[in-house]
């Protein structure tokens, strides 16, 4: 029997980061993962995330980010824009006064950093390729029994361990959930013209196609949101063929592609837990909540659960109060629960505003995308909230949190 006083379910980089951030608080961590541990690997973004300045600050703050800032793509520019309209709108960090407006980087690259952090930290104990059969809950400490039979009592449990969370479901948790009707297509392409270090978008009637730079000025990876049934269909053309559909579908936007990697079809839907806190058991990162995809803000959201969550034990324990109580699991969970809710709605709107091929909504939202790109005061709010410069941020990654960050605003 293993006795600790925090046991993180889930080493993605909710997880992980997680483990690093309470490390320093010389608490005991166990970090339990079903699957292996994350290994040296060639960079092949298969899943890129996008990392705003917020996440950005966090990943300096743990020292992560040299390794980091070696293997991901900065971009400068964003342009967003309705196929067959007039509709458009650009940002430019330039605009902003900031190096970048964010940075493409391979998800499993984050992990392995991550992970070499936490593996240096000798109060944290990892255990991969763990299964979990049963959590049961005392007064004083929650109880996991692995596959292995090995009985581990903490008495804080964090769930970070995905969309289809494990724990989440073993304690019957409350979910809202909902089909977007979408599948994502996720794949890499080599273009004839240079990205020019800009992330680009264009909404079609059907939904949008994300063309990401990569460290390569002439590979992007796509992300092709779109119905199942097309989805399916896409995925099954030939390499060349479905090269020429991504290019008519950017608008030769970065002239002819070609197919540079195997496709990943991933259904999308939205998840959202009603309950992210019961008795020693909360919720962070996608085992909470999971969005759509088209504003590249899920890891962005779930690395802020982990800080906000972080910064609130630190407290207690600066406090000499008890890191575990209910007060603070409460506080926690209206602080995270309203960022959420925040930005599921917003992206819900941003999806339906753009879906459909009626004349007259394709005119409105032209024209609505050309006000916004000329209202400057309007255009730098919406920015700033989506860079991580605004918002209920945890303390560590606000912008005036530049203790080694290396990013100069």
């Known amino acids: 029997m293993q006795h600790c006083d925090i046991t993180i379910v889930g080493a993605g980089s909710a997880g992980l980061t997680l483990a690093l951030l309470l490390a320093p608080l010389k608490l005991s961590i166990q970090l339990v993962e079903?699957?292996?541990a994350p290994e040296p690997a060639a960079v092949e973004f298969q899943r890129v995330s996008a990392l705003n300045l917020a996440s950005q600050r966090?990943?300096?703050?743990?020292?992560?980010?040299?390794?980091?800032?070696?293997?991901?793509?900065?971009?400068?520019?964003?342009?967003?824009?309705?196929?067959?309209?007039?509709?458009?709108?650009?940002?430019?960090?330039?605009?902003?006064?900031?190096?970048?407006?964010?940075?493409?980087?391979?998800?499993?690259?984050?992990?392995?950093?991550?992970?070499?952090?936490?593996?240096?930290?000798?109060?944290?104990?990892?255990?991969?390729?763990?299964?979990i059969q049963r959590i049961s809950q005392g007064e004083q400490n929650v109880a996991l029994q692995l596959d292995s039979g090995e009985l581990l009592l903490s008495r804080l449990l964090v769930a970070a361990d995905g969309a289809n969370s494990f724990v989440r479901e073993s304690l019957q948790l409350p979910l809202t959930h909902w089909d977007y009707q979408h599948h994502a297509l996720v794949a890499t392409l080599t273009s004839t013209e240079p990205h020019q270090a800009t992330a680009r978008q264009v909404f079609w009637p059907d939904g949008p196609l994300a063309l990401l730079p990569l460290p390569d000025s002439r590979q992007v990876s796509i992300?092709?949101?779109?119905?199942?049934?097309?989805?399916?269909?896409?995925?099954?053309?030939?390499?060349?063929?479905?090269?020429?559909?991504?290019?008519?579908?950017?608008?030769?936007?970065?002239?002819?592609?070609?197919?540079?990697?195997?496709?990943?079809?991933?259904?999308?839907?939205?998840?959202?837990?009603?309950?992210?806190?019961?008795?020693?058991?909360?919720?962070?990162?996608?085992?909470?909540?999971?969005?759509?995809?088209?504003?590249?803000?899920?890891m962005n959201l779930g690395l802020m659960d982990v800080a906000a969550l972080a910064e609130l034990i630190s407290e207690q324990l600066g406090q000499q109060l008890e890191f575990d109580c209910p007060r603070m699991l409460a506080r926690y969970q209206r602080w995270?629960?309203?960022?959420?809710?925040?930005?599921?709605?917003?992206?819900?709107?941003?999806?339906?505003?753009?879906?459909?091929?009626?004349?007259?909504?394709?005119?409105?939202?032209?024209?609505?995308?050309?006000?916004?790109?000329?209202?400057?005061?309007?255009?730098?709010r919406m920015m700033a909230l989506a860079l991580g410069n605004q918002g209920d941020l945890p303390k560590c990654v606000r912008p005036d949190a530049r203790r080694a960050s290396g990013v100069v605003e």
């Open 34 to 36: 079903k699957g292996p």
């Open 58 to 131: 966090l990943f300096a703050q743990l020292g992560i980010w040299p390794g980091l800032s070696e293997q991901l793509a900065a971009y400068q520019q964003m342009e967003v824009w309705q196929a067959d309209s007039f509709g458009r709108i650009g940002f430019s960090a330039e605009e902003q006064q900031l190096p970048a407006l964010g940075w493409i980087c391979d998800n499993e690259q984050i992990r392995q950093q991550l992970y070499q952090r936490v593996r240096q930290a000798p109060n944290v104990r990892c255990q991969f390729n763990a299964g």
């Open 223 to 298: 992300v092709w949101s779109v119905p199942p049934e097309r989805a399916q269909a896409l995925q099954a053309l030939p390499a060349d063929d479905f090269a020429r559909a991504v290019t008519a579908a950017s608008q030769s936007v970065l002239g002819p592609l070609q197919l540079a990697s195997t496709r990943q079809l991933i259904p999308l839907r939205m998840r959202y837990a009603n309950q992210w806190v019961q008795g020693r058991v909360l919720l962070v990162a996608d085992a909470a909540h999971s969005i759509h995809p088209l504003a590249g803000q899920g």
């Open 336 to 380: 995270r629960k309203s960022e959420a809710q925040s930005l599921i709605l917003a992206m819900e709107a941003f999806k339906r505003g753009f879906s459909g091929g009626a004349l007259l909504p394709k005119l409105l939202r032209s024209v609505g995308m050309t006000l916004l790109d000329q209202q400057g005061g309007l255009k730098q």
